[in-house]
């Protein structure tokens, strides 16, 4: 379920993370996904000197253009950045840009995160470092949660640019304040038909300061 509003992107959604450093989940020859490759095809390797050398490039559609698309530290770090993948119509449909930033929660056991918007990918899809943050176990075999995991996305709110954990923090918490108004619209917007979601929402506004 999705509600779009002017200024925020509510998504009510699973999560599934995926791991995609190592090569058993990277794909099969000429089916590589979320790595890079080379011009024959083939994924390149870390070297020594990299973050994890001799591990595949891990890449995310959100990259520090000032890097060359060999350096795996132009791409964000799932095992540092909390961040969201949205398939590029969810996104396009919400005006959501990459590098905005949200506010993730875990209906389940009320943890909740700031995180950027870093990947175009499958709906639900999240870093390593959201997962943990959620208290999701993010074991890329057997991790993930099918459901109750919500998006507050706040589209045109980044500079499309990879973010330290730092700025995702004090960015998000920079917009909070001035979306509790909508926040607390769309909390009783989903009243009726999602009341633990709407408790969460509402839960978010009135810690506001």
């Not at 000429?30 to 490759?37: I, K, L, Q, R, S």
């Not at 024959?40 to 994890?52: K, T």
């Amino acid at each position: 379920m999705a509600v779009v509003g002017r200024q925020c992107l509510l998504l009510r959604l699973g999560h599934d993370d995926r791991c995609r450093r190592s090569p058993e989940y990277a794909g099969e020859p000429a089916h590589w996904n979320g790595v890079v490759t080379g011009r024959d095809g083939n994924p390149l390797i870390q070297r020594e000197g990299d973050p994890f050398p001799g591990y595949f490039i891990s890449c995310t559609s959100l990259t520090d253009e000032t890097k060359k698309f060999t350096d795996p530290t132009g791409y964000v770090d799932a095992s540092k950045i909390a961040y969201i993948a949205l398939p590029q119509d969810v996104a396009n449909r919400g005006g959501a840009r990459l590098g905005d930033f949200a506010v993730v929660m875990n209906l389940h056991n009320g943890k909740s995160s700031f995180a950027i918007y870093a990947d175009i990918g499958t709906l639900g899809e999240g870093s390593i470092a959201l997962a943990d943050a959620l208290g999701i176990h993010s074991d890329a075999r057997r991790g993930g949660q099918s459901e109750g995991i919500l998006y507050l996305l706040f589209p045109g709110s980044g500079n499309g640019q990879p973010r330290t954990v730092v700025d995702i923090q004090s960015e998000s918490e920079k917009l909070l304040p001035d979306h509790r108004n909508k926040i607390k619209e769309l909390s009783s917007c989903l009243e009726s038909d999602d009341p633990v979601s709407a408790a969460m929402l509402k839960k978010r506004s009135d810690a506001l300061h």
